[in-house]
């Protein structure tokens, strides 16, 4: 039976809080790019956020320095900590591109971008719940092939996205533009991904 103190307990609790706060950064991407303007104040919005992820990576590693027992190889820890806060961080920086780059309004397939990482994002919260209960969960690995696929998805869209901009008859600074903003949204789409996998590299050695 796998059982966890207390003590060993608060890593799987500081994951589901760091992955509430990436699903919140996607949310709010999402009415960002609805929006018919992109003011540096709603981009501060996003990168209080990321603030926020950044303080939980650092009680993560604060933590992860004083235990001396841990519930499973301490450097997954620190992966899964350090690809939390990079899924965080993708979605800061694909928001600050369209202010950098003055963007005027988010395209169609940037909005299903955004719509996929929110999925995203979900699933991998979905992830770090079951995790605490890694060897009994029914559910994880359903979980982690989610994010997998939700990755492929975006991957596919970014992919025609980008390849119908050298497509059209754009001016050729638009396309580098939008090209940079769909390569940072799929960027994000791979953090999620990157989460998942190592998650199901620490359930193989925990088998």
Same mark, same amino acid.
């Given at each position: !039976? %796998?059982?966890?103190s207390? #003590?060993?307990?608060?890593? %799987?609790?500081?994951?589901r809080?760091?992955?509430?706060?990436?699903?919140?950064? /996607?949310?709010? +991407?999402?009415?960002? =790019?609805?929006?018919?303007? %992109?003011?540096?104040?709603?981009?501060?919005?996003?990168?209080?956020?990321?603030? $926020?992820?950044? #303080? =939980?990576?650092?009680?993560? +590693?604060?933590? +992860?320095? #004083?235990?001396f027992?841990t519930p499973?190889?301490?450097?997954?820890?620190?992966? @899964?900590?350090?690809?939390?806060d990079?899924?965080?961080?993708?979605?800061?920086?694909?928001?600050?591109?369209?202010? =950098?780059?003055?963007?005027? #309004?988010?395209?169609?397939?940037?909005r299903?971008?955004?719509?996929?990482?929110?999925?995203?994002c979900?699933?991998?919260?979905?992830?770090?719940?079951? !995790?605490?209960?890694?060897k009994?969960? $029914?559910?994880?690995a359903? $979980? @982690?092939?989610?994010?997998?696929?939700?990755?492929?998805?975006?991957?596919?869209?970014?992919?025609k996205?980008?390849?119908?901009? %050298?497509?059209?008859?754009k001016?050729? +600074?638009?396309? @580098?533009?939008?090209?940079e903003?769909?390569?940072?949204?799929?960027?994000?789409?791979?953090?999620?991904?990157?989460?998942?996998?190592?998650?199901?590299?620490?359930? =193989? $050695?925990? /088998?």
């Amino acid at each position: !039976m %796998f059982s966890l103190s207390p #003590k060993e307990d608060k890593f %799987f609790e500081l994951f589901r809080t760091t992955a509430e706060i990436a699903c919140e950064a /996607a949310e709010k +991407l999402i009415e960002y =790019m609805s929006g018919e303007e %992109f003011s540096e104040e709603k981009n501060k919005e996003i990168k209080d956020i990321e603030h $926020k992820g950044d #303080k =939980m990576q650092h009680e993560i +590693l604060k933590q +992860l320095n #004083k235990s001396f027992i841990t519930p499973f190889d301490r450097e997954d820890i620190y992966a @899964i900590s350090k690809g939390l806060d990079d899924i965080i961080d993708h979605i800061e920086y694909a928001a600050s591109r369209f202010i =950098m780059l003055n963007i005027d #309004k988010a395209t169609d397939e940037a909005r299903e971008l955004g719509e996929l990482i929110a999925k995203c994002c979900e699933e991998v919260k979905n992830v770090m719940e079951e !995790m605490k209960s890694m060897k009994n969960s $029914k559910e994880l690995a359903a $979980k @982690i092939i989610e994010v997998n696929r939700l990755e492929e998805v975006g991957d596919r869209l970014s992919r025609k996205a980008i390849k119908e901009l %050298f497509r059209s008859d754009k001016p050729v +600074l638009e396309i @580098i533009k939008w090209r940079e903003i769909y390569e940072a949204l799929e960027n994000t789409m791979d953090a999620c991904e990157d989460v998942a996998n190592a998650v199901e590299g620490v359930v =193989m $050695k925990n /088998a």
